[in-house]
């Protein structure tokens, strides 16, 4: 990368392909797999994904999984656009990605 930035390399979880809505805004959970001190750390965020990663030039990698841990053949690109707090409104054990669009839509 000429910009001298560090490409992250990320990864979610998802119940099914409507969840990935490419090229637009959309709410992930999404854990650090880059080597170093914050790997695996767990972030809220609001980001554009997509499948061809030459579509995001300036996005890192994220790695795809179903909701029992299947990886997808191949990796997708993703840029975070803002971070959502890790406190999510809503009540507990209940459907955290629908607490993630509420989030989103709070404007967090």
């Known amino acids: 990368m000429s910009s001298?930035?560090?490409?992250?390399?990320?990864?979610?979880?998802?119940?099914?392909?409507?969840?990935?809505?490419?090229?637009?805004?959309?709410?992930?959970i999404i854990r650090d797999l880059t080597p170093g001190r914050k790997k695996y750390r767990m972030r809220h965020v609001v980001a554009v994904i997509s499948r061809r990663p030459e579509t995001?030039?300036?996005?890192?990698?994220?790695?795809?999984?179903?909701?029992?841990?299947?990886?997808?053949?191949?990796?997708?690109?993703?840029?975070?656009?803002?971070?959502?707090p890790l406190d999510l409104p809503g009540v507990p054990y209940r459907d955290v990605y629908e607490a993630l669009r509420k989030a989103q839509k709070m404007g967090f």
């Open 56 to 84: 995001l030039s300036d996005g890192d990698t994220l790695w795809v999984r179903t909701t029992v841990g299947v990886r997808l053949d191949s990796a997708w690109a993703i840029k975070i656009v803002r971070e959502l």
């Open 4 to 28: 001298g930035r560090i490409q992250q390399i990320w990864e979610t979880f998802v119940r099914g392909p409507e969840q990935l809505k490419e090229d637009a805004e959309i709410p992930l």
